[in-house]
């Protein structure tokens, strides 16, 4: 009989409640008892939606990030919150965002939070544990152990999920250099010890993701893992080793020789792994294999599955697991509530309770005979077929307009050089200019307007009347506070990418399909399940009123192609490049549109750009090319006069920065605040030729940086960077963040420029 389980399942709730609880927590309008009331709460509601597998998930809920607790689990905390007041879980808000609900009683004023980057290649934002070679480990499995005991109360049968040692590892920085393998004899003992008092637990099997196999290690790396799993090994718990998000390759006979009973690979990514690991693995050991896509949100192809699954299941009998091919953290929770999806689309769909209903199909599939399931299968099938042969699926205008793609689309009319003097010469910047990333506040009228709007409650001519009044406020704010270059503040958009896809022909939308980004910021990706086409202008109307009520330049602010193409639930029936491709030339029309009438900067943001590269650098080149190309045929068109931005946020390019280059956009604006500008390091040995904005303002905590520390970010800065080619910025959007946390720190911002424009004027 096949064995069902999960991965992981969404944290958030299917209404955000944990969305909710934590910003009411965080502004002390719910005790902490109510916070872990609710935490409590949706773990059963979790483990209640999948009561139907064989095994759930322990230890998947996070109140913000599963690595940050993975640190507070090892004991690696940094010393800044260590010793601080409150409960555990006010420390761990101050790593997750600098601060916490309750540090003003205990005379905190918050600290610097924890650098944030991306999980893999997803758009999951994880908070990075802290290395140095002085770095000491300590166990508390009281969270863990908690939750168990929690599960076991409910009679839920579960195994718990916890993160590899190798992968923590490869996961953190240190911030001295040192060598982080060098730690592992350190940290091995830790989760010897876990292993133990989970095992006095009861706990039998423990899910341990070690998804940096599918990257490419060098040897050493490769040696950690056999000296971790052999010391690792255990009688007292079963260990399911868990791959994902790729291929195995020439990791593949490592993880087949590791002392684990179980092996977990990704489907989607590596079933043509799947025969070589049954040869190599151990007869007596369990292979999971994940057959429902845990990142996208099309059906699952039952008829074409069992094909491949049914040879595989006679074979292994019980040894073969089913799951899905990753946590589903990365899908929405619940697709019955979705009205708003017309029927035939709704068909196509499926999202995370969907998904376990397919894992369950399949099972009894496997299990009992595709006759058990046999109204299942057909209207499946039904799904699948009306899908792939869907007029709306597929334009023919949109393929001719593809064939007329050329290289001289991607090029600017001439170099950043001679495009520089005109810029500067047409805009009159002040050294160090000042600008912001685009969005403003989200204010509670702004969403009260959007939602009467959607429900009827307020009609179009009163919406943007509303919007008009939030943009000249923010424009007001911006002269006030001396910004440079300013921008209209986004306030009709409810995301960077779904505001656009709302105005593509071949995207969908959910009404409910939220995913979380990070801590409390859920993203509610936009469903292309078509040929994409731009009917008319998206932004031109906003910005001429944004331009009308200035003198200084206006920013216009658009997202890239490939940021929209890795921020939506993309159709897998055509290559992602192709899609790309469709997006760039939409894009490009905007641009002409924007140009034409009048602006002078628009920002192209490209925020997914590095987030999009395959986990194996042999693959990069590939995904690199077609990336680079969309963006340029996105923006290339306009004249010298006009000059391009681009941004990218919480990414490590330093690897690709050649590729960054060759968008040859004039301004990038990137995130270093968190790093203190450790990003920057990528210019010590590459001489960046155009201009760049490095991020002085974490945007992604209440924090208010100080103008001192501003000036200190900067002069680094300076020291990679010639200054006539710096601008000033925070890392992000402000949509996030209140007017009572912006306004001081764009005005500490404005001041460092200040300074920074006297010093270069005394040294000159």
Same mark, same amino acid.
């Given at each position: 009989?096949?064995?069902?389980?999960?991965?992981?399942?969404?944290?958030?709730?299917?209404?955000?409640?944990?969305?909710?609880?934590?910003?009411?927590?965080?502004?002390?309008?719910?005790?902490?008892?109510?916070?872990?009331?609710?935490?409590?709460?949706?773990?059963?509601?979790?483990?209640?939606?999948?009561?139907?597998?064989?095994?759930?998930?322990?230890?998947?809920?996070?109140?913000?990030?599963?690595?940050?607790?993975?640190?507070?689990?090892?004991?690696?905390?940094?010393?800044?919150?260590?010793?601080?007041?409150?409960?555990?879980?006010?420390?761990?808000?101050?790593?997750?965002?600098?601060?916490?609900?309750?540090?003003?009683?205990?005379?905190?004023?918050?600290?610097?939070?924890?650098?944030?980057?991306? #999980?893999?290649?997803?758009?999951?934002?994880?908070?990075?544990?802290?290395?140095?070679?002085?770095?000491?480990?300590?166990?508390?499995?009281?969270?863990?152990?908690?939750?168990?005991?929690?599960?076991?109360?409910?009679?839920?049968?579960?195994?718990?999920?916890?993160?590899?040692?190798?992968?923590?590892?490869?996961?953190?920085?240190?911030?001295?250099?040192?060598?982080?393998?060098?730690?592992?004899?350190?940290?091995?003992?830790?989760?010897?010890?876990?292993?133990?008092?989970?095992?006095?637990?009861?706990?039998? #099997?423990?899910?341990?993701?070690?998804?940096?196999?599918?990257?490419?290690?060098?040897?050493?790396?490769?040696?950690?893992?056999?000296?971790?799993?052999?010391?690792?090994?255990?009688?007292?718990?079963?260990?399911?080793?868990?791959?994902?998000?790729?291929?195995?390759?020439?990791?593949?006979?490592?993880?087949?020789?590791?002392?684990?009973?179980?092996?977990?690979?990704?489907?989607?990514?590596?079933?043509?792994?799947?025969?070589?690991?049954?040869?190599?693995?151990?007869?007596?050991?369990?292979?999971?294999?994940?057959?429902?896509?845990?990142?996208?949100?099309?059906?699952?192809?039952?008829?074409?599955?069992?094909?491949?699954?049914?040879?595989?299941?006679?074979?292994?009998?019980?040894?073969?697991?089913?799951?899905?091919?990753?946590?589903?953290?990365?899908?929405?929770?619940?697709?019955?509530?979705?009205?708003?999806?017309?029927?035939?689309?709704?068909?196509?769909?499926?999202?995370?309770?969907?998904?376990?209903?397919?894992?369950?199909?399949?099972?009894?599939?496997?299990?009992?005979?595709?006759?058990?399931?046999?109204?299942?299968?057909?209207?499946?099938?039904?799904?699948?077929?009306?899908?792939?042969?869907?007029?709306?699926?597929?334009?023919?205008?949109?393929?001719?307009?593809?064939?007329?793609?050329?290289?001289?689309?991607?090029?600017?009319?001439?170099?950043?050089?001679?495009?520089?003097?005109?810029?500067?010469?047409?805009?009159?910047?002040?050294?160090?200019?000042?600008?912001?990333?685009?969005?403003?506040?989200?204010?509670?009228?702004?969403?009260?307007?959007?939602?009467?709007?959607?429900?009827?409650?307020?009609?179009?001519?009163?919406?943007?009347?509303?919007?008009?009044?939030?943009?000249?406020?923010?424009?007001?704010?911006?002269?006030?506070?001396?910004?440079?270059?300013?921008?209209?503040?986004?306030?009709?958009?409810?995301?960077?990418?779904?505001?656009?896809?709302?105005?593509?022909?071949?995207?969908?939308?959910?009404?409910?399909?939220?995913?979380?980004?990070?801590?409390?910021?859920?993203?509610?990706?936009?469903?292309?399940?078509?040929?994409?086409?731009?009917?008319?202008?998206?932004?031109?109307? #906003?910005?001429?009123?944004?331009?009308?009520?200035?003198?200084?330049?206006?920013?216009?602010?658009?997202?890239?192609?490939?940021?929209?193409?890795?921020?939506?639930?993309?159709?897998?029936?055509?290559?992602?490049?192709?899609?790309?491709?469709?997006?760039?030339?939409?894009?490009?029309?905007?641009?002409?549109?924007?140009?034409?009438?009048?602006?002078?900067?628009?920002?192209?943001?490209?925020?997914?750009?590095?987030?999009?590269?395959?986990?194996?650098?042999?693959?990069?080149?590939?995904?690199?090319?077609?990336?680079?190309?969309?963006?340029?045929?996105?923006?290339?068109?306009?004249?010298?006069?006009?000059?391009?931005?681009?941004?990218?946020?919480?990414?490590?390019?330093?690897?690709?920065?050649?590729?960054?280059?060759?968008?040859?956009?004039?301004?990038?604006?990137?995130?270093?605040?968190?790093?203190?500008?450790?990003?920057?390091?990528?210019?010590?040995?590459?001489?960046?030729?155009?201009?760049?904005?490095?991020?002085?303002?974490?945007?992604?905590?209440?924090?208010?940086?100080?103008?001192?520390?501003?000036?200190?970010?900067?002069?680094?800065?300076?020291?990679?960077?010639?200054?006539?080619?710096?601008?000033?910025?925070?890392?992000?959007?402000?949509?996030?963040?209140? #007017?009572?946390?912006?306004?001081?720190?764009?005005?500490?911002?404005?001041?460092?420029?200040?300074?920074?424009?006297?010093?270069?004027?005394?040294?000159?």
């Amino acid at each position: 009989m096949a064995i069902t389980h999960n991965l992981g399942f969404p944290r958030i709730g299917a209404k955000r409640e944990l969305k909710f609880a934590l910003e009411s927590y965080w502004k002390a309008q719910l005790s902490l008892e109510e916070l872990k009331a609710t935490g409590s709460q949706l773990r059963q509601q979790n483990w209640a939606n999948q009561a139907k597998l064989d095994w759930s998930p322990v230890g998947d809920f996070a109140f913000y990030d599963h690595v940050l607790d993975m640190s507070f689990t090892l004991g690696n905390l940094p010393e800044r919150v260590r010793y601080l007041g409150g409960d555990l879980l006010d420390n761990y808000f101050r790593m997750a965002r600098g601060r916490s609900a309750t540090d003003r009683a205990h005379g905190c004023c918050g600290v610097q939070a924890g650098e944030m980057t991306k #999980w893999f290649d997803t758009n999951y934002h994880y908070i990075v544990p802290e290395l140095s070679a002085s770095t000491t480990f300590s166990l508390d499995a009281s969270r863990l152990i908690d939750e168990f005991d929690q599960s076991r109360r409910l009679g839920v049968k579960a195994k718990v999920v916890i993160i590899g040692p190798l992968t923590y590892l490869w996961l953190g920085k240190t911030k001295d250099n040192s060598d982080k393998l060098a730690l592992l004899p350190r940290l091995l003992p830790i989760y010897e010890q876990l292993l133990a008092k989970l095992a006095a637990c009861g706990v039998e #099997w423990v899910q341990i993701d070690e998804p940096i196999l599918v990257t490419e290690l060098d040897p050493s790396w490769q040696k950690a893992f056999i000296r971790a799993y052999d010391a690792l090994r255990t009688n007292q718990v079963k260990l399911l080793l868990a791959t994902y998000f790729g291929q195995l390759q020439d990791n593949l006979p490592l993880a087949c020789r590791l002392p684990v009973q179980g092996l977990h690979l990704d489907t989607f990514n590596a079933r043509n792994e799947i025969s070589d690991v049954i040869m190599r693995f151990p007869a007596d050991s369990v292979l999971s294999l994940g057959v429902v896509n845990g990142r996208n949100i099309w059906k699952t192809d039952f008829v074409a599955t069992l094909d491949w699954l049914e040879p595989i299941h006679r074979h292994l009998g019980q040894r073969l697991w089913l799951a899905p091919s990753c946590s589903l953290l990365h899908v929405p929770v619940d697709l019955t509530s979705e009205y708003n999806v017309d029927a035939e689309l709704r068909s196509w769909l499926a999202f995370a309770l969907q998904k376990l209903d397919e894992l369950n199909i399949l099972s009894s599939a496997l299990n009992n005979g595709r006759q058990a399931v046999e109204s299942e299968l057909l209207d499946n099938k039904s799904a699948i077929a009306t899908r792939k042969v869907s007029a709306r699926v597929h334009n023919p205008d949109v393929k001719s307009a593809l064939s007329c793609i050329n290289p001289e689309m991607e090029r600017r009319r001439s170099p950043y050089s001679e495009r520089a003097l005109k810029q500067h010469k047409q805009l009159s910047l002040p050294l160090y200019p000042t600008t912001t990333i685009g969005s403003f506040p989200q204010t509670e009228e702004i969403r009260q307007a959007r939602s009467h709007f959607r429900l009827g409650k307020l009609d179009e001519a009163g919406y943007n009347t509303a919007m008009r009044e939030q943009i000249a406020r923010t424009v007001r704010e911006q002269e006030i506070l001396g910004l440079d270059v300013l921008v209209h503040g986004e306030a009709e958009r409810n995301d960077m990418v779904e505001y656009f896809g709302e105005q593509f022909e071949g995207y969908a939308f959910s009404q409910f399909g939220w995913v979380q980004s990070y801590g409390s910021r859920c993203v509610k990706p936009p469903i292309m399940f078509g040929d994409i086409h731009r009917p008319k202008a998206m932004t031109v109307e #906003w910005m001429q009123y944004a331009q009308s009520l200035t003198q200084k330049p206006m920013k216009a602010m658009l997202t890239g192609p490939v940021t929209i193409l890795n921020w939506s639930f993309v159709r897998d029936d055509q290559p992602r490049a192709l899609s790309c491709q469709q997006l760039a030339l939409a894009i490009r029309a905007e641009v002409y549109d924007l140009e034409h009438a009048g602006v002078r900067v628009i920002q192209i943001d490209e925020a997914a750009l590095r987030e999009g590269l395959p986990l194996r650098k042999s693959q990069w080149s590939e995904y690199l090319q077609w990336a680079v190309s969309a963006f340029r045929i996105a923006a290339n068109g306009v004249r010298d006069e006009t000059q391009i931005h681009t941004h990218m946020c919480y990414a490590e390019f330093n690897d690709i920065i050649t590729s960054i280059a060759d968008m040859d956009a004039d301004v990038i604006t990137i995130e270093t605040a968190r790093s203190d500008m450790e990003l920057l390091d990528a210019f010590d040995h590459f001489n960046y030729p155009n201009e760049i904005g490095p991020g002085v303002y974490d945007i992604h905590s209440p924090n208010i940086p100080t103008q001192e520390h501003i000036v200190q970010l900067m002069r680094k800065a300076s020291q990679r960077i010639p200054a006539e080619r710096l601008w000033i910025n925070p890392d992000c959007g402000l949509k996030t963040r209140t #007017w009572t946390e912006v306004i001081p720190a764009l005005q500490n911002m404005v001041a460092a420029a200040h300074i920074l424009r006297a010093d270069a004027a005394s040294n000159a």
